[in-house]
């Protein structure tokens, strides 16, 4: 008896967050990403906390065309711990050669790449209309960081970034300063 009544209230529970789950509209990209003007670097203003970035700030990301046609990614931040920096090298592709706006990533070594574990998914889902700021995710929004072309944003513009991401049912109660100096005034 016991058994099926947890069976009755697991089933109960699993339904209802299928259901709260499919009350949120898929992720949305941009509709154009002109990977020229993309490339180059980006410094971290924000983020969702992550393990493979803990104990990290002043991240920044500088992405570079590789003679394949793919991108290779070079991600760097100060451990907070002591300030050394701390890097990781990786390579992404276009999946969605439409917008440009859905590419997945791996940082794994090159000979581990082909097994496709450890790749994500980087979606543009919000960028400045002068390639000034970017905001990426991936579908399930459990990952968000917001980029900047400079290591300080300006606060009318960060505002205007989280309307969108409200829109877009981020939980932003979550996204964290990832810079000693992120906004300025």
Same mark, same amino acid.
């Given at each position: ?24 509209p898929k992720l949305r990209t941009v509709s154009q990403v002109d ?43 100060? @451990? ?21 706006? @859905? ?47 400079t290591s300080k944003m300006d606060p009318e513009v960060y505002k ?7 829109l877009q049912h981020f939980d932003l109660s979550k996204l964290v ?9």
């Amino acid at each position: 008896m016991k058994t099926r009544i947890c069976l009755i209230i697991t089933l109960f529970f699993s339904l209802i967050t299928i259901a709260q789950a499919d009350n949120v509209p898929k992720l949305r990209t941009v509709s154009q990403v002109d990977l020229n003007q993309y490339l180059g670097r980006w410094y971290e203003i924000a983020k969702f906390p992550n393990s493979f970035q803990k104990n990290c700030v002043n991240a920044m990301a500088d992405y570079s065309l590789r003679d394949d046609g793919g991108i290779a990614v070079l991600n760097s931040c100060a @451990k907070v711990s002591n300030g050394e920096i701390k890097t990781a090298s990786g390579i992404a592709w276009v999946v969605d050669r439409t917008t440009n706006a @859905k590419l997945k990533v791996t940082f794994l070594p090159q000979w581990i790449r082909w097994t496709g574990i450890g790749v994500g998914q980087y979606w543009v889902i919000d960028l400045g209309p002068n390639y000034e700021y970017s905001v990426v995710s991936e579908p399930s929004r459990k990952y968000l960081w917001i980029l900047s072309r400079t290591s300080k944003m300006d606060p009318e513009v960060y505002k205007g970034i989280l309307e969108r991401l409200t829109l877009q049912h981020f939980d932003l109660s979550k996204l964290v300063p990832s810079r000693t100096e992120q906004i300025s005034p």
